[in-house]
T-cell receptor, first 111, second 116 residues
Framework: DQQVKQNSPSLSVQEGRISILNCDYT??????FLWYKKYPAEGPTFLIS?????DKNEDGRFTVFLNKSAKHLSLHIVPSQPGDSAVYFC??????????FGTGTSLTVIP | DTGVSQDPRHKITKRGQNVTFRCDPI?????LYWYRQTLGQGPEFLTY????????KSRLLSDRFSAERPKGSFSTLEIQRTEQGDSAMYLC??????????????FGPGTRLLVL
């Protein structure tokens, strides 16, 4: 039972353009959402988070948008850089104990 | 602080053997999590500790798996009588859970287990 879904396994974007990574969830009790980036042979690295009381959070080139009615969140990276090429996971929790992760989207930024 | 560390980084074992992994969290973090990740999947929750207390275990965690965090610092994950299906990346994460702090988990590099 996958409660957090990333339906695009891969995405390719030209350097300098916007990357948009999407994530859908099914559990309406989720109230905290995070994005992680993972390079090969490393553990996931925290990128950005958002609480359900907000609909947008921005940190430099990274912005996360939350649409609670659609149970959908997205990560925007602007401008995309070759170093952003990695696998991106979204994660969600309800009350802050167990975290549920999506299956990941592999982003390739083409120079 | 150098972040979350895990040891070993790689382990190859034969089916039926026991293996033990170690995780050292970020020093001030009171929570420690274990996850398992297989190819093409995201991390799957196995168990977590708050200080030395194991508060939750996933149904993925069979009775062949046991985890400890004896002094509320480092943790060990032991798999007894390994099976080929146990082959995966085992990730450890730590976080600081407080009344006013929204929790963010910081991951270690993982231990990749291959059961032959």
């Amino acid at each position: 039972d996958q409660q957090v879904k990333q339906n695009s396994p891969s995405l390719s974007v030209q350097e300098g353009r916007i990357s948009i990574l999407n994530c859908d969830y099914t559990n309406s009790m989720f109230d905290y959402f995070l994005w992680y980036k993972k390079y090969p042979a490393e553990g996931p690295t925290f990128l950005i988070s958002i609480s359900s009381i907000k609909d947008k959070n921005e940190d430099g080139r990274f912005t996360v948008f939350l649409n609670k009615s659609a149970k959908h969140l997205s990560l925007h990276i602007v401008p995309s850089q070759p170093g952003d090429s990695a696998v991106y996971f979204c994660a969600a929790s309800a009350g802050g104990n167990q975290f549920y992760f999506g299956t990941g989207t592999s982003l390739t930024v083409i120079p | 602080d150098t972040g979350v560390s895990q040891d070993p980084r790689h382990k190859i074992t034969k089916r039926g053997q026991n293996v033990t992994f170690r995780c050292d969290p970020i020093s001030e973090h009171n929570r420690l999590y274990w996850y398992r990740q297989t190819l093409g999947q995201g991390p799957e929750f196995l168990t977590y500790f708050q200080n030395e207390a194991q508060l939750e275990k996933s149904r993925l965690l069979s009775d062949r798996f046991s985890a400890e965090r004896p002094k509320g610092s480092f943790s060990t994950l032991e798999i007894q009588r390994t099976e080929q299906g146990d082959s995966a990346m085992y990730l450890c994460a730590s976080s600081l859970k407080g009344l006013a702090v929204r929790e963010t988990q910081y991951f270690g590099p993982g231990t990749r287990l291959l059961v032959l």
